[in-house]
C-alpha cells in the first residue's frame, strides 16, 4: 500500500526521505510528495503525481532543505490521482501529515471541519486528520497531545507521520491498524511504514504496536500507548542489508526473486529438519501441545497466499487425512462460518499486513475458533506478533509486487506442517522421511526448473498479441494454473483464467479457438491419463496447447501443441516445481508487452486496507 518516510536530524533530511520512498516504491502508488521545516521553521511541501523520479527532479531544481520532514508514496484510495489529492496534506500552513490507512469516519469530520471554517483542497480522507490536529493545536494543546486528541476522534486505520511548525524539532508518530517503524541513529531517528525505507541510514527498528503514539524528537523519543501510558518497547537489529533489496544483475526485481527460490526454499528448511523428522519447536514455544488438540485446520489468505492455502488442503487431508477448509480472508470476516474449537487458524500473509488476513484473524479468535498460526515472510509484522505459533518463510525481502518466492516458501511451510499434524493422524515414520527427502531435494528441482528460462522465453512471444489465456490443471495442480492466471493478468494485463481441467465441458470449451492458448501443467501423476484426455479436446477444436509436462508423462509436441519438459519429480512436491515455469512465462510475456513488471497499474504489494 502506500509508503511513509519521515526523519527528524541535525542534517538534511531531503535525501534521505527521497531514497526512503524509492525504496518503497515496490509497495505500489500514483504520487508523491514531501514536507519539510526549513531553516526558518517554515513548512515547505512539494508534490508531484507519477513516479518519485519526478519529485527528485522537482527538488533538484528547488531550494527544498530541512532537518525535519516527512514524506508518503500515495495509492488511490478516496479521490483521484492528482497533485490536490498526494500526501503530505497541509493545513493553515502549520501541520503536515502523512496517512497510510483508511479513515471510515472521514464524512461526518469533514462535515464538522467545513462547519468550523475549515477549508478542503483535496478529495481524500486524510485531509481531515491535518485539520483535526490543527484544530488542537489551536485551542493551545501541544503538538503532541493535539496529535492524541486527534487520533480519539478517528475510526479507522492509520499510521501517521505529523509535523508542525510550532514544535520544529519533534515528529510525532501513531499507529493503529497499519504498520509503523521507528529507525534509531546517532543523533537522528526516522519513520517508515517498511525497514526496507531505512537501511542505508540505519539497522535498528523499534516496531510500534496498535495505538502507539511516539513523541520523536533528534537525541530522544517517548512512545504512549492506547491508554496514554508512557511504554517501553524493544530495540530489535534487522539481518537485512541495504543491498539485499537491489536488482543486481538481474533487469527486474520479479526475475531476481524468481531465481533466488532454491536458496529462499533452503533457507525455510534449515534448522527445522532433524535426522529425516521435522522439528515441531520450529513452530514456536508450545507447538507440541496445540497440535495434539488439533481436529481440524481452517486456512484464511488473500491472493497468491490462497493459492498456497488451497494447494495446502489437498496435501492436509491426502497426506495427513485432516479435513481442512480454505477461505479468502475478504469473504471470511462477513459471513457467519460455523465455529469448529478444535480448529487450527492457520493465516498466509507474505507482509503480514494484509488487512482482510488480520480481520479475518480477528473474527476467528472471537468466534470462538481454537489455536493460531502464522506462515509469514516478515518477522515483526502484525500478523506475527497477534498469532500463537508462527513459521517464518525466510524468503527475504520480496520487492516486486507479483509474489514468486513468497509463494513457494509458504508451500514449503506448509508441507512441513502437514507432516508434523500428520504425525497425529497415522502418518507413518516412513512416510514422513519420504516427505522430508522430497522437500531437502527441492532446491535442487527448482534450479533445474530455472534452466527453462531460455526455451520460456522464446515461447512468450506466442502471447505478445494475446488478450486471453487460460490455464488448465488437475488436483493439486489445479492452485498452480490459479496462481500462473494471476501472475500473468497481474503483469502482462492479458487476461487469464484457470479451471480444473475437468470442468473443460461445463464452459471454457466454448472459448477454445486459435486466438486462445492453453496452458497446462501435467506431472507424471494418478490424475495424467484423464488430463491428457481433457488436452485432447482442447487440440480437437483447434485450440493452441502449451504443456509444461513431466518427460514421463508421455506427452509430445505436435501440431498446435508445444511441449517444454520438466524433469520426473514426486507428485507431492510438484506443485513447488510446476510454479517456476509459469512465473517464468508471466515475467517474459509482460517484458514483451513492455509494462511494468515490479509495480504493476493499479496494484500495491501489501493491501493493508479493505
Known amino acids: ?128 486528520i491535518a485539520h483535526q490536529v490543527y484544530h488542537y493545536l489551536d485551542q493551545g494543546l501541544p503538538l503532541l497531545e493535539a496529535v492524541q486528541r486527534a487520533v480519539g476522534d478517528l475510526e479507522g486505520a492509520y499510521a501517521l507521520g505529523v509535523i508542525s511548525n510550532r ?173 469448529r474449537n478444535s480448529s487450527l487458524i492457520v493465516t498466509l500473509s507474505q507482509s503480514g499486513e494484509t488487512a482482510d488476513t488480520l480481520a479475518g484473524l480477528a473474527e476467528a479468535r472471537r468466534l470462538g475458533f481454537g489455536h493460531s498460526l502464522a506462515i509469514c515472510n516478515v518477522p515483526e509484522s502484525s500478523l506475527v506478533r497477534e498469532s500463537e505459533l508462527v513459521l517464518m518463510t525466510r524468503a527475504g525481502p520480496e520487492i516486486g509486487v507479483a509474489s514468486t518466492k513468497a509463494f513457494t516458501t509458504q508451500l514449503v511451510a506448509m508441507m512441513l506442517l502437514v507432516i508434523v499434524l500428520g504425525r497425529r493422524f497415522g502418518m507413518s515414520p516412513q512416510t514422513e522421511a519420504a516427505l522430508v527427502q522430497q522437500l531437502e531435494s527441492l532446491p535442487r528441482q527448482v534450479e533445474e526448473a530455472l534452466r527453462l528460462d531460455e526455451a520460456i522465453q522464446d515461447l512468450a512471444r506466442e502471447f505478445a498479441d494475446k488478450h486471453n489465456a487460460l490455464f488448465l490443471g488437475r488436483g493439486a495442480q ?22 480444473p481441467a475437468g470442468e473443460l465441458k461445463h464452459g471454457p470449451l466454448a472459448l477454445i479457438d486459435a486466438d486462445m492458448p492453453v496452458v497446462a501443467v501435467a506431472p507424471n501423476n494418478e490424475l495424467l491419463e484423464k488430463l491428457k484426455s481433457n488436452l485432447q479436446e482442447v487440440r480437437a477444436r483447434g485450440g493452441r496447447l502449451i504443456v509444461f509436462a513431466d518427460t514421463q508423462a508421455g506427452v509430445q509436441s505436435g501440431d498446435n501443441v508445444v511441449v517444454l519438459p520438466v524433469s520426473p519429480t514426486e507428485d507431492c512436491v510438484a506443485p513447488v516445481i510446476y510454479t517456476i515455469p509459469l512465473q517464468l512465462l508471466a515475467y517474459h510475456v509482460a517484458v514483451l508487452k513492455g509494462t511494468d513488471i515490479d509495480q504493476p497499474r493499479n496494484l500495491a504489494k501489501s493491501v493493508t486496507v479493505e
Open 1 to 128: 500500500m502506500c509508503g511513509i518516510v519521515g526523519a527528524i536530524a541535525q542534517r538534511d533530511v531531503v535525501p534521505i526521505l527521497i531514497e526512503g520512498l524509492r525504496r518503497l516504491e515496490y509497495r505500489g502508488y500514483d504520487s508523491a510528495g514531501v514536507a519539510v521545516l526549513d531553516g526558518d521553521h517554515s513548512l515547505c511541501r512539494l508534490r508531484m503525481p507519477g513516479k518519485v523520479e519526478a519529485l527528485a527532479g522537482a527538488l533538484a531544481d528547488s531550494a527544498l532543505q530541512g532537518r525535519t520532514g516527512i514524506a508518503h508514496t500515495r495509492w488511490a484510495t478516496h479521490g483521484i490521482p492528482s497533485e490536490a489529492n498526494a500526501h503530505p496534506h497541509v493545513c493553515r500552513k502549520s501541520v503536515a501529515v502523512v496517512h497510510n490507512g483508511i479513515i471510515e469516519n472521514h464524512e461526518a469530520l469533514r462535515k464538522a471541519q467545513e462547519a468550523a471554517g475549515f477549508e478542503f483542497t483535496s478529495e481524500t480522507d486524510t485531509e481531515v
Open 478 to 499: 489445479y492452485p498452480v494454473a490459479m496462481e500462473g492466471a494471476l501472475k500473468l493478468k497481474e503483469i502482462s494485463y492479458i487476461h487469464a483464467e484457470a479451471y
Open 167 to 339: 514544535e520544529p524539532d519533534l515528529l510525532v508518530a501513531a499507529r493503529r491498524g497499519s504498520p509503523l517503524i521507528i529507525g534509531i541513529g546517532i543523533g537522528e531517528h526516522f519513520i517508515a511504514s517498511d525497514v526496507a525505507a531505512l537501511l542505508p541510514v540505519t539497522q535498528r527498528f523499534i516496531f510500534l504496536e496498535d495505538g502507539d503514539i511516539a513523541a520523536i524528537h533528534r537525541d530522544r523519543l517517548v512512545i504512549y500507548d492506547s491508554a496514554g501510558r508512557q511504554v517501553e518497547r524493544p530495540e530489535k537489529l534487522s539481518e537485512l542489508s541495504a543491498d539485499a533489496v537491489e536488482r543486481g544483475e538481474f533487469r527486474h526485481f520479479m526475475l531476481k526473486e524468481i531465481y533466488e527460490q532454491p536458496r529462499a526454499i533452503a533457507d525455510t528448511l534449515e534448522g527445522r529438519i532433524y535426522q529425516g523428522r521435522v522439528l515441531e519447536a520450529a513452530f514456536g514455544t508450545g507447538a507440541a501441545g496445540i497440535f495434539d488438540q488439533v481436529q481440524g485446520v481452517h486456512i484464511i489468505a488473500c491472493g497468491t497466499s490462497y493459492h498456497a492455502g488451497l494447494i495446502g488442503r489437498y496435501w492436509l487431508e491426502s497426506l495427513a487425512g485432516i479435513p481442512c477448509s480454505v477461505e479468502v480472508a475478504s469473504e471470511f470476516r462477513y459471513r457467519r462460518p460455523v465455529v
